[in-house]
């Protein structure tokens, strides 16, 4: 049946076409308004002639998936209209300006950049993969930013999920076809290999895409058909450093890290990866970030000949934010006193003993106040930053955590409070954990530090306060 | 498929539509097997939910101590405007041609000796099926109702959704949640649903829900459980209800019935 396509000025459900913004092999994106929507928005429609039927599912995969994410890393979901109507189509927040797409005629892009865009996407990913959702799908022209007020480089916005795997919908794209699904140069091993339930197929993808952005090549090229994609699984790509010698070697180690063909060996979560790209200091560097070549022919053959032999990564359950969560401990050093101090490491040992994938960032606040200079970086101020790192160190010692698990962070700000829910907002943080100020006296001329945090925090906050006597 | 196509209504942000005013829910509820306990702890879940409507979808006796309260409650609830059809030990507490074997046989039995004339003589007024909007409610396969063949993966879903045209399909009598899905391009899916997750049966598609057991779940979690259908989103969701099964069970073993069948009500087994 020969259909229409849709065009300029047609009206549907009340939505006016405008400017057409992408005529795709799958659908046509235009521009829409709305009397009753203020807001920039797009109007998404399937072709429905042709044959493929998987421009159909992933419609209709979108179509299940969108309206159920909520957050500033997704379009806004507005409307849906299914294919019992004439016309089906979505209908979603438009984010004004370019994706990453557009930045790919200047690669190589500096490190520094790298790492601020590849956090934005790791802490967008952190949260869809909160509400089950993998996008499975990520590469440069599906990422696109927010703007701030300022007009800087806001939060990473990430678009078109009809390939993306709903940890608790029916999986229509896994129905349908048996051939895996997605974007060749940017497919983890384990969805080329048919899985499309582990979110951290998604942490390989964001991997390509900084190695990409990073070095200005793709690691596995542009393979063109399923079995040269596969390839990916036994044959490692150059690394970054050898491509360009000024990558710093932390960078390299998050790139192979997130290129791991087995999910188990990259980082537990998104968030755990956002926060090392945001904190490279505190990243503990193995043999990946010196290497300088790729495995010998006798190392890949030996991986080919194995892989043959199984069928693909090992199937575990993957990691979510219950099980790797970010722990902040906040430690106040000015009134700690031993019991407090004492009841506090004891809640955080808690917390590890049972997540072995936890990893814990001990923050303390440095006031504005403090400093009689009051500019953070003269003498005097850099030095109460050593001083209270040293002292930090010294608390969490009996905790007796390897490095790479644990890192040290003083913030600064006129209150406490402030700086710490900005921090657990900036780096997905899923849990604090901090002491209640004992002495009642402060308390009620400064109000309760604690009791603010939990009031405002995006996550769960644990207030520790030792019994009375406590000794 | 033969379906007088409603107008198509585009579908708001589910939260922008259930600020407004909460939707009319249908709740179905399937396979209560006597046991009063999850009956009126599914019910008055079903209530503060939401829900208007409601769907019997057969075997309100056999296995359970309460028969006569369960058939009493139903009957209660059609006076409301319930539907309620005809499950397989409904039927043999009348029908001769219907024999249940082992525990079930026993316990079939009992019933029949509990049940005023009234009840049972309600029992012999249900239908094998209902048919409503787009959708079809029978106890089991609905290929062919009387024969109580169970809907245990995608090919018997396939028979059952190939033979009738309704667009879905909500049977009980296995016992254990599943949603099956035949698709425009002719394959059929299955699929465990997570329960109070909505699952959207979208259209073009063609759906055949599973509910679990009200009064004797199987599927290794023994919490009641029963189905919410939001029909202006089309979004289905399995709710699962804890219910004081101390309680259920001591009453099993009390009315001399196997204790088997108050042991498995612990384990939904």
Known sequence: MPHRRPRQGQVIDGFVLGTPLHEGGMASIFEVSHPDHAIPLLMKLPHLDGNDAGHIVSFEMEQMILPRLTGPHVPGFVAAQGFEAPNPYL????????????????LPLPVEEVAAIGAKVALALAAIHRQRVSHLDLKPANILFRETPDGLRGDAVLVDFGLSHHGRLPDLIAEEFRIPYGSAPYMSPGQAMGRRDDPRSDLFSLGVVMYQLVTGHLPFGEPLHLAAVRRRLWRDPHPPRRLRPEIPPWMQEIILRCLEVEPARRHLSAAQLAFELSNPETIRLTPRAARMRRDGWLTVLERRVNRDRS????????????SAPIVVVAVDLREQTTPLAEALRASVGNVLRTL???????????????????????????????????????WAAPLGLEEGRITFHVLEGSSAAEPLLEYAEANGVDHVVMGARANSMLRSMLGSVSGE??????????VVRPREGAA | MGQAAARPVPVLAPSAATRQHAPAMIAFLSDIHGNREALSACLDHADRAGATRFVFLGDYVGYGADPAWCLRTVMARMADGAVAILGNHDQAVFARGNRMTGRAAAAIDWTRAQLSPDAAAFLQTLPLEHAEEDRLYVHADASSPEDWRYVLGAEEARRSLEATPARVTICGHVHVPRLFGLTATDKCTAFAPAHDTPVPLQRPRRWLAVMGSVGQP????????????????????WMRVPYDVEAAAAKIRRAGLPGSLADRLFTGS
């Open chain 1, 453 to 462: 945090v939990a009031a405002r925090a995006p996550c769960s906050v644990t």
């Open chain 2, 218 to 237: 199987r599927d290794g979690d023994p919490a009641a459980c029963y189905g919410l259908l939001n029909p202006g989103t089309a979004e289905l969701r």
């Open chain 1, 356 to 394: 072995p994938g936890a990893r814990v960032a001990c923050l303390n606040v440095l006031l504005d106040g403090y400093l009689t200079g009051d500019a953070p970086h003269d003498e005097a101020g850099r030095s109460a930053r050593v001083q209270r790192l040293a002292e930090l160190r010294h």
């Open chain 1, 311 to 322: 069928t693909g990564p090992r199937r575990q359950p993957a990691p979510t934010a219950h």
């Open chain 1, 91 to 106: 209908v979603m927040e438009r984010i004004p300006g370019r994706s990453l797409l557009a930045r790919l005629r200047e």
